[in-house]
């Protein structure tokens, strides 16, 4: 399957690079996503996502199509094909 | 223009690092007065256009024309370090020193109304408080050839790299 | 005492005379500073139900406990009023190096009565105040008149809080600025216009003493060494307006008036567009180590030399909310706001409200006539000429710049009430103040959180988008945890207002930036300042106090449940793009979630505090007068 990663915000700049589009095997998780992000671009470690390689770090979020954060919990459950993941960092303010 | 013409450290501001925010001006004045006051501060920040901020301490001139200026002996400078020391028992804030310093890096205390001027903290340990606080490394002790080297080397970079 | 002087200045405009009030240290523990204490200086010096613009409403400002000291992001005071744009608890912060100067003069709080008969500034040098002349300084802009009483002073230390042009004509959305920063929303400005109050200037020279300076420089050193770690990046490189593409990727950038939350050209006016073409400098408020403030010019075109900051709630405001989708218009039209003296949200979701109303019908190209355009000119959305424009008439009221320099309650109202139509239904705002940049119709806790909140549509008071947003809560449907999630997200924003710390610090302190993380660091900050011996509880109770003061506020000036309400368009006009398509909040989840909300306070099905409950926070006197 196919899933569209975007990075906004700082997350780009750490990744050096807007987005990119993932071929991963069915049943690939979210977790293994992240730690999959996390070789493919080691600077995002210890800034967006967190030094276990599997988490996210601080107020960034991995968000599915806008609409679900995948939260630790939801971490091991899987995107579909065609799924646009962003990774964000929350902020307010203003 | 005013330029410096010392072989020794001073403490320089890199205008486009910093942010305006006065920490500098908060720990000098602890650390020479136990008190936060900016009006007691060494170094002082200027925001002169919206967007134009810098600070300033004394650039520890050779022969340093303050010096010359104290018409009470008042003022000497460390042959050493460059150092400017006001004799607060000589003193009497008559401010010709201020006239002289073309950085504007002599101040008078509000209280006792006596010139004061940054000694790079040589008693503290670590340094210059004010370069140990600068949240952005605007603030750097160094020597004007220091300073002619960064230029170069950054010079360098860019010519061959394009700016950054 | 240490971190107060115990004296609040009181100044009177009518009789041209000062006062020294002395307040005990219990006051002080109980409202510490910030909005809170600027809301309690309001509830003992106003003269309950007044008009905003009489002489009986008070301009009250309150320093912070950490002015002056090296604190990181302690650098603020609170400020507040009666609202001219709701008619309730007016109240704001900013970010100066004007409540350091406050702190220097020894002078905890300002309360400003009356009405003078010409314009003034009055400056407060230390103990003395001088009444001096402002006629000189009518019509420059804020940042003109901060320089030129500068000038006229002599110092450079003299720091002044002013208004603008709109505020001297009264735009019911002015707002108050010092040193570029701005006390922005609920129209400060107006109420300091309807006193002849052009600027309010201070030089304090006084040394800022605490109890121990060796913890608090070592705590401080620590939390400005993590202010350059990677919690704060965000800020310190794009600054708020990276926000811009999340939130049009989640569905809830308010467009074109809040029809869509979705923009087609949100790259264009995305913060990482704006820091690769327009940014000039990056700054930072007083004592602040983060400096998110991102300068931004614009260099070429009919608006080339407009500069000014630009932050994230402005820019939907002006931008996608307008459809206007060239970047150096929108900096343009903050740069107006910003010089004029005015709110740039209000004024965005304002011109947005007049775009709308063009384009359904309700006015016509004939209402736009003005000395620029003697036709008139046509406000669709996009049209960003006709934004700067109108935005020029509201600062001056001109034309029909005069009905929208009251916001879009007030304009709705009447222009419904003259031409029988319905343009209430897309007046973005809760009890009359416009809304801020989040779509709260896919947001259900942060709309509950909106909809009670006291000074209306406002994000910096309830900070219930996070849960929604984080996905703690689902954003989509509601549940019985709202009422409590948003009221502990109220009351926690409502510790920062106060004390008040910028909330950009908020993960510094541990990393973490919940109660648990960040209260225990807060007390030792308090602490070392005040020789006090606050914890975790006492803490979380200054929120607590905090906003129940300005709930109390209201409640006297005649607030009722029906006043906690959502724009009628968050609640009948679904999205028809975005991942936040397809929602409303409607009656009954608004009803309900208002009732968990009471409920969690403690507070009657109708919403009023009983007596008992105000007892419990030390607040004996607000339970005699609207306790039930």
């Known amino acids: ?94 | 223009m005013a330029t410096s013409t010392s072989r020794y450290q001073y403490i320089a501001c890199d205008a486009d690092k910093c942010i305006g925010c006065q920490l500098c001006e908060l720990a000098c004045s602890y650390t020479k007065t136990g008190e936060f006051n900016v009006f007691r501060s060494r170094i002082r920040t200027v925001r002169a256009q919206e967007v134009l901020i810098t600070a300033v301490a004394c650039r520890t001139c050779e022969d340093a024309p303050c010096v010359t200026a104290c018409p009470r002996a008042a003022m000497s400078q460390d042959p050493k370090t460059g150092i400017i020391r006001i004799d607060a028992t000589l003193c009497d804030g008559c401010g010709w020193c201020i006239e002289a310093c073309d950085f504007g890096a002599i101040s008078i205390n509000p209280e006792t109304k006596l010139a004061e001027i940054c000694d790079l903290c040589e008693d503290e340990p670590d340094g210059p408080q004010c370069v140990k606080w600068c949240p952005k490394d605007a603030l750097t002790l160094t020597t004007p050839d220091q300073r002619s080297q960064q230029a170069r080397r950054k010079l360098a970079i860019e010519e061959v790299l394009g700016p950054a | ?628």
């Open chain 3, 1 to 628: 005492m240490y971190g107060y002087s115990g004296r609040i200045l009181h100044i009177d405009l009518t009789e041209r005379k000062t006062w020294s009030e002395d307040k005990p240290e219990e006051w002080y523990k109980l409202y510490i500073g910030g909005v809170s204490m600027a809301a309690r200086l309001l509830w003992e010096n106003i003269e309950v139900g007044c008009d905003p613009l009489s002489p009986g409403n008070p301009i009250c400002i309150a320093g912070g406990i950490f002015a002056g000291t090296p604190v990181p992001v302690g650098g603020k005071h609170g400020m507040a009023s009666k609202s001219p744009l709701t008619g309730f608890i007016g109240d704001s912060l900013s970010g100066s190096w004007f409540s350091l100067a406050l702190k220097r003069a020894r002078w905890d709080g300002v309360v400003i009565h009356g009405q003078s008969d010409s314009w003034v500034n009055v400056f407060i040098d230390d103990d003395r105040v001088q009444f001096r002349d402002a006629t000189k300084l009518l019509g420059l802009n804020t940042y003109e008149t901060e320089e030129a009483i500068r000038d006229e002073l002599g110092d450079d230390q003299v720091r002044s809080a002013t208004i603008g042009p709109a505020g001297e004509n009264l735009v019911l959305f002015a707002n108050v600025t010092n040193d570029g920063r701005q006390a922005g929303r609920t129209g400060h400005g107006a109420v300091w216009g309807s006193k002849k109050l052009k600027a309010l200037s201070i030089r304090g020279t006084h040394g800022v003493t605490v109890a121990d300076p060796e913890t608090l420089m070592k705590l401080s050193y620590d939390i400005t060494q993590a202010a350059q770690g990677p919690h704060t990046a965000k800020y310190r490189i794009y600054g708020t307006a990276t926000s811009v593409l999340k939130m049009d990727r989640m569905g809830l950038l308010p467009t074109r008036n809040f029809r869509e939350g979705t923009f087609e050209h949100a790259d264009l006016v995305s913060g990482e567009y704006m820091h690769e073409h327009n940014h000039v400098k990056t700054i930072a408020c007083a004592q602040c180590p983060i400096a998110c403030e991102q300068m931004c010019s614009v260099k070429d075109g009919p608006y080339a030399g407009a500069m000014t900051g630009i932050d994230y709630e402005c820019l939907f405001a002006n931008g996608p909310n307008c459809g206007i989708s060239d970047i150096r218009t929108v900096i343009k039209l903050v740069d107006l706001c910003d010089r004029g003296g005015m709110d740039a949200m209000t004024n965005g979701v304002t011109v947005s409200w007049a775009m709308e109303s063009f384009e359904r019908g309700v006015f016509t190209k004939e209402d736009f006539k003005c000395k620029k355009y003697p036709e008139g000119f046509e406000p669709y959305f996009g049209n960003g000429e006709a934004a700067v424009t109108l935005t020029e008439m509201i600062r001056d009221r001109e034309g029909i710049g005069d009905l929208l320099s009251k916001g879009t309650r007030l304009a709705s109202r009447i222009t419904d009430e003259e031409r029988g139509t319905e343009s209430y239904k897309w007046a973005m705002n809760i009890k009359g103040l416009e809304n801020a940049g989040y779509d709260a119709r896919a947001l259900k806790t942060f709309a509950l959180g909106l909809a009670v909140g006291t000074r209306g549509g406002c994000h910096n008071r309830s900070a219930a988008y996070d849960p929604d947003i984080t996905g703690e809560t689902d954003r989509f449907t509601v549940d019985e945890t709202r009422g409590r999630v948003a009221g502990r997200s109220e009351e926690y924003a409502a510790v920062y207002d106060t004390l008040p710390l910028c909330k950009f610090i908020r993960r510094c302190f541990t990393g973490k930036a919940d109660r648990a993380g960040a209260w225990p660091a807060i007390a030792k900050l308090i602490n070392a300042t005040t020789g006090w011996d606050f914890g975790y509880d006492e803490v979380d109770l200054i929120g607590v106090r905090a906003h129940t003061i300005k709930k109390a506020f209201n409640i006297r000036e005649g607030w009722t449940r029906a006043d906690d309400h959502l724009p009628y368009r968050w609640q009948h006009d679904p999205m028809t793009k975005g991942a936040s398509a397809g929602y409303v909040v409607t009656d009954e989840e608004l009803e309900y979630m208002k009732d968990l909300y009471y409920e969690y306070k403690g507070w009657t099905k109708e919403g009023l505090i009983p007596k008992s409950k105000l007892i419990e926070l030390g607040m004996d006197d607000v339970a005699e007068e609207i306790g039930v």
């Open chain 1, 1 to 94: 399957m196919k899933v569209t990663v975007e990075f906004l915000g700082v997350a780009g700049l750490a990744a050096g690079t807007r987005e990119v589009t993932l071929e991963l095997p069915e049943g690939t998780t979210f977790r293994q996503i992240v730690r999959r992000l996390s070789e493919r671009y080691p600077d995002l470690v210890g800034k967006v996502i967190a030094e276990d390689r599997e988490t996210m770090f601080g107020s960034n979020i991995l968000n599915r199509n806008g609409k679900t954060v995948i939260r630790d919990e939801l971490l091991d459950t899987c995107p579909q094909d065609g799924d646009k993941l962003f990774i964000m960092a929350i902020l307010a303010g203003g």
